[in-house]
């Protein structure tokens, strides 16, 4: 009788998860499908908690509140700090996987059936270097870690042998599930594997790698749903690695890289060949009153935020100069590049924080159609996204990737700190053209300038 | 114990679809917040945790099941504030002049 109560609380639970990403489509209903998840996980704990098998009720009442504790304030960080905290959620939940897996095995052992067992590596497997690896996507994101990616020699080879290792101890416990020695070698491998899956990854190309990392940790859910036989674990574990599959792809499509050479390409070695020929070619500046001069007689302005801007902390100062433009009667736009930013759909979250209207936010393949018809491109902390060699120049390593088209735009203004060249190590000839003005400082203080002149001459 | 995993396997098959129909759906604008209730949602990982440290069929059972309930938690917990945060600050831009 609980048995079953306790099931169509499940079932209710996966129906209720569905919704919530139903809902999430768009950011009218979005906040119900926040409420519509949070049903469902307080149901499905409740029914969980029926279960006639608990005994102790002590050590799931610490769990639950230790968890909460921690929680809270990994609910409340500032959203610049979002792409990390995605990332240790991440590991969370490997970590969780990969406990509950361990504990299965010692549990069961030795008598696992193959398929089991193979299904239970395959959890503990993804689990564990989806945790090290998460940590260190995170640790590299608080820049705890260095951000420049770091490539050996053989780097590729090593990393392949190690997850080979760990597939052989795999299938070496499918065949002698009573080799119970060899269990934790299963866990070591893939934790060192994740570590070293993540030292060559730069930060460019971290919205890819917490998207694949998110896929990993769903998929991880689903094997410990197989495990168990739950399936409201398979469901959550299925939905959540389609998401992470879905973002993952978006992410290296909107580079025009593939998987593999994301995790095997190493990007930053390219940039001694470039720097070597350069000569200083010379590019217009102008001062902050000349940038606001030109933005007040614009009538479409299209602003492009980089992970520039959120360095910088410059969302607060774009919405004030976004304001004293819209009130001079100029259409301004933002134009979002998939991967601009630190994980798919940072720049939004950013922009959105400072007040700036969703509907102003528009993707790529929407703003690039206007770029033509627009007075100014004003290019916030961007760079390779902008770079029109990605077009052009079949010589370029970011040729082919789909670009924001501002050099289509009349003008082009650019807030940079320097010349220096951006992640990918390469020149922006965007920077070289005759429409091209160069606004050299720091985001927040220049964006600042702007909206001061801006002010000043409404009141003369 | 073989036809549980087929049932599972076809679970899976479904699950995966749906999730690639309704995400497929999910405005870029929403990305982040998508990810942080997805990551949410897989706490759900939290109910095997509940079991296996609330059996206490042995110390270290009980021991790593209450770190995952732990760690599950708090992805849920913090997850959801968030998601819930991001999501307030998405507004339109309402009666303004175009």
């Known amino acids: ?246 973002l993952s792809v978006i992410m290296s499509k909107a580079m025009n890289r593939s998987f593999t050479n994301v995790l095997f390409g190493g990007f930053g070695q390219i940039q001694s060949a470039a720097a070597g020929e350069q000569e200083a070619i010379p590019v217009k500046s102008a001062t902050a009153e000349e940038a606001a001069s030109i933005l007040s007689a614009a009538s479409r302005v299209a602003i492009v935020p980089g992970y520039g801007m959120a360095v910088a902390q410059a969302q607060h100062k774009v919405r004030e100069l976004y304001d004293a433009l819209s009130k001079r009667g100029v259409d301004v736009r933002f134009g979002i590049h998939p991967v601009a930013g630190r994980m798919p759909g940072h720049m939004n979250v950013l922009l959105a924080e400072a007040d700036i209207p969703y509907d102003r936010l528009l993707e790529m393949d929407v703003i690039n159609g206007d770029f033509p018809q627009t007075d100014v491109a004003l290019i916030i902390g961007a760079n390779d996204v902008t770079n029109p060699a990605a077009r052009t120049d079949s010589g370029s390593p970011i040729y082919g990737m789909p670009i924001l088209n501002v050099d289509q735009a009349r003008t082009v203004m650019v807030i940079k700190r320097s010349m220096a060249a951006g992640f990918a190590g390469i020149d922006n000839p965007l920077y070289y053209l005759d429409k091209t003005l160069m606004l050299f400082g720091d985001a927040k203080s220049f964006v600042g300038s702007i909206v001061r002149e801006l002010g000043g001459a409404g009141m003369s | 114990m073989k036809l549980d995993l087929l049932t599972s396997l076809y679970v899976f098959m479904l699950a995966a679809f749906i999730g690639f129909e309704v995400i497929r759906r999910v405005s870029p604008l929403l990305h982040t917040p998508l990810m942080s209730l997805t990551n949410a949602l897989d706490a759900i990982a939290v109910v095997g945790a509940i079991i296996l440290a609330g059996e206490h069929k042995n110390n270290l059972a009980a021991i790593l099941g209450t770190i995952a309930i732990v760690a599950a938690t708090s992805n849920i917990v913090g997850g959801f504030i968030i998601t819930d945060r991001m999501l307030r600050m998405f507004k339109a831009s309402g009666p303004k002049k175009p």
Request: one cysteine or more.
């Open chain 1, 1 to 246: 009788m609980i048995e079953n109560l306790i099931e169509v609380t499940y079932i209710i639970a996966t129906a209720l998860f569905i919704l919530s990403l139903k809902w999430l489509s768009s950011p009218t209903t979005a906040r119900r499908g926040v409420w519509a998840g949070e049903l469902g996980m307080a149901l499905a704990i409740c029914g969980t908690l029926l279960y006639r098998g608990i005994v102790d009720f002590k050590l799931v009442a610490i769990g639950l509140v230790l968890g909460a504790i921690i929680g809270v304030p990994l609910g409340k960080v500032a959203m610049t700090a979002v792409p990390q905290r995605t990332a240790l959620s991440h590991a969370f939940g490997a970590l969780c996987v990969t406990l509950v897996g361990t504990s299965e095995f010692y549990l069961r052992a030795p008598d696992i059936p193959p398929l089991m067992m193979a299904v239970l590596s395959m959890e503990v497997i993804l689990g564990s270097l989806t945790f090290t690896g998460s940590l260190m996507a995170a640790g590299k994101l608080q820049e705890i870690l260095p951000q420049r990616p770091i490539t050996y020699r053989g780097q590729n080879l090593v990393n392949l042998g190690m997850l080979a290792l760990a597939i052989g101890v795999a299938v070496a416990l499918v065949m002698h599930p009573d080799q119970v020695k060899l269990f934790p070698a299963l866990i070591f491998i893939p934790l060192v594997f994740g570590v070293m899956l993540i030292v060559p990854i730069g930060g460019a190309d971290m919205p890819t790698v917490i998207s694949l990392l998110n896929s990993y940790a769903g998929l991880s859910a689903a094997a410990m749903g197989f495990v168990l036989n739950s399936k409201l674990l398979i469901i959550a574990g299925a939905l959540d690695g389609s998401s992470g599959f879905i």
